[in-house]
């Protein structure tokens, strides 16, 4: 038997008809799941104008057609004469009940009103309109996961101006090289964060930033950790900045629906990251059939997503706010002071859906956190997962120690589309190891090497047919060339995503990787996370890092595995560590060399980055270091003797 045959989870027969996709696939006459997605890519604009009445979407869809330049990939345009507000979206809501709670650790607790939040928005948005902001200007917040972070990300998009985002972990040059190619004119920081338990002080990155960065004009610095560092030239504190402006009502400016919205950045491992342009139309289309449909989110939902303003799942879950859903912020470690601060959120505040990564789930595991007896997650319906590929181990870890009834969804998508190609769905069960479904209206297929769609094999992540959430374009790219390249070399005409999948006899998704780490010995193609799969089952193993390193006219597989304090890597673990691989993958998986390592770098989102270690073991220059959370790890990998033979 394998993975994908056991099903370890299924939709309540009792409760499905509850779901809005249920209530959605009936609405638009389709009989099944599989009917209905067949329809969605089949009839895109008949699909989205659906979705656009469906979810409530407040502003003017404009007339018919809803969509012009269907064939063209890029160049399609979804609703060319639309005129909505992104920020009127998610501020609906007037009330008196939560908006947003946030927990900095154990440190800070808080909750804001659906009021509160607006009225924070409207004094925010009067502060802007007085520093000259207006439709198009960037602005950027350089920030924690806050609730002020919402709120002046409101305040712009409001008024037709463009946000970007950076945590404030990022070092100076990080933030220049995104920043800096945008020029915005206003800045939000903080005066300090706190992160396992410590305070960091962020005024003195702040005042570099404005040195580097002509383009700032004004600086608004939110209270949270506290500095004693002074002011930088340019900033004001929040206290200072609002004192003399009440709240009234927050003016939204109706913009065409591929108005900007919001810049989000590549990785920039491999060069100064590109710049990612996302439409507000699109965003909040694509966000909307996401949160409303596949994550069934409910009015009075409390969602929670554990980011950071440096990855794109901060955008996607701030969206819940346009479901009038209640924003759950957390900001820190997640694992201070204990290593069940998350779950003690989810019980407290009574969490419906728990977003997560990979990592943070593989970590829980290797802790030996039981959550299913130590809490009370009977309000949790729906947990996700990404960032990286969830291991089928894990996904049986969930359902053991965490929640028996839990639909597990693990999802993809990522930066390029700040939203999903594959995700859950609320109507099919989860099989082990296994994302649920592609994304409604979005035409996913897996292609070989010669552009023939396969099932069952592994391939390319193509997605066929224009989709809303596509960017608008790349920053500082007017004609177009950067970001045809990054898409649409591969496969003229076609979006090639980059990641190395399979689809199953399910019609789910496995991913194996990105397909520039894929390994390639022997010719052939290996995805980095089937190894992982098998090596972080080792209780001595804590995570690893797998590269192909060019040896001989060929690809040889080097692995490099951090352990557990008081574990070393001798000639019995070396030997059960190829065993483990031989029999749970292939002989063709096993490394040629094994190391161990004190640390593996990752990006600020948390992802491990095989193509840093790839450059560094190949004596290439790391282009971006200032990417890396760790970027001190990679010394670790410099020059090693072992693999000079």
Request: proline letters at 6%; a negative charge; aromatic letters at 10%.
């Amino acid at each position: 038997m394998t993975a994908a045959d056991v099903m370890l989870w299924s939709p309540n027969p009792a409760t499905v008809a509850e779901t809005a996709m249920h209530r959605f696939m009936q609405d638009v006459g389709q009989p099944d799941w599989t009917s209905l997605h067949t329809w969605s890519v089949n009839n895109p604009a008949d699909f989205w104008s659906r979705v656009w009445d469906w979810c409530g979407v407040v502003g003017d869809k404009g007339s018919e057609p809803y969509l012009v330049d269907a064939d063209q990939m890029p160049g399609a345009q979804f609703f060319p004469t639309a005129r909505l507000n992104f920020a009127e979206n998610l501020l609906r809501r007037r009330d008196d009940g939560d908006a947003i709670v946030f927990w900095g650790e154990d440190k800070v607790k808080r909750r804001l009103s659906a009021a509160e939040l607006y009225a924070l928005v409207s004094r925010l948005q009067q502060y802007l309109k007085a520093q000259g902001v207006g439709v198009g200007d960037r602005v950027a917040g350089y920030l924690p996961n806050l609730p002020e972070a919402v709120a002046a990300m409101l305040a712009v998009t409001s008024l037709g101006a463009v946000w970007s985002s950076a945590s404030p972990d990022f070092g100076v040059q990080g933030v220049v090289d995104r920043f800096g190619q945008i020029e915005p004119k206003v800045l939000f920081c903080v005066d300090g964060y706190f992160y396992n338990g410590k305070a960091f002080d962020c005024l003195a990155k702040v005042a570099d930033v404005l040195e580097r960065v002509p383009s700032i004009q004004s600086v608004m610095v939110f209270p949270y950790a506290g500095s004693t560092v002074a002011l930088p030239p340019k900033a004001i504190t929040m206290a200072d900045g609002l004192a003399q402006i009440a709240a009234t009502e927050v003016t939204f400016e109706r913009l065409p629906f591929q108005h900007p919205l919001y810049i989000l950045y590549s990785s920039g491992t491999t060069g100064v990251p590109k710049c990612i342009v996302h439409s507000a139309g699109g965003t909040l289309l694509q966000h909307v059939k996401e949160l409303r449909l596949h994550a069934d989110v409910r009015d009075g939902d409390r969602v929670f997503y554990f980011t950071t303003l440096g990855w794109m799942m901060w955008n996607w879950v701030v969206s819940c706010l346009a479901c009038n859903a209640v924003l759950l912020q957390f900001d820190g470690s997640p694992f201070a002071p204990s290593g069940s601060i998350l779950f003690d959120y989810a019980e407290a505040e009574r969490m419906t859906l728990f977003g997560t990564s990979a990592k943070y789930l593989d970590a829980v595991a290797k802790v030996g956190l039981e959550p299913r007896t130590s809490h009370d997650l009977s309000s949790m319906r729906l947990m996700t997962s990404t960032g990286s590929p969830l291991a089928p181990e894990t996904f049986e870890f969930v359902y053991r120690s965490i929640k028996p009834d839990v639909q597990l969804a693990s999802i993809s998508g990522g930066t390029d589309i700040v939203s999903c190609f594959v995700l859950g769905n609320p109507l099919l069960p989860v099989w082990k190891g296994e994302i649920q479904c592609k994304g409604l209206g979005m035409k996913v297929e897996v292609w070989n090497d010669e552009g023939k769609p396969v099932v069952q094999e592994k391939g390319e992540l193509v997605c066929t047919a224009p989709f809303p959430a596509m960017p608008v374009m790349f920053w500082n790219d007017p004609d177009g060339a950067k970001y045809r390249a990054a898409y649409f070399e591969r496969f003229p005409g076609v979006w090639c995503h980059g990641d190395y999948v399979e689809e199953t006899a399910h019609s789910g998704l496995v991913i194996y990787g990105r397909s520039d780490a894929t390994l390639n010995p022997g010719g052939v193609r290996i995805g980095t996370a089937e190894i992982y799969r098998q090596v972080e089952q080792l209780p001595e193993i804590l995570e690893a890092l797998v590269i192909g390193q060019d040896w001989d006219n060929d690809v040889r597989v080097v692995l490099f595995v951090r352990l557990r304090d008081g574990v070393s890597l001798d000639e019995a673990l070396m030997k059960r560590i190829r065993v483990q691989i031989r029999d749970g993958a292939s002989p063709r998986h096993v490394p040629a060399k094994i190391l161990a390592v004190a640390d593996i770098p990752r990006t600020k989102s948390g992802k491990i980055t095989e193509l840093a270690v790839r450059d560094i073991v190949h004596g290439r220059a790391v282009k971006n270091v200032e990417a890396l959370a760790n970027p001190d790890s990679l010394a670790l990998y410099k020059n090693l003797p072992d693999l000079q033979n």
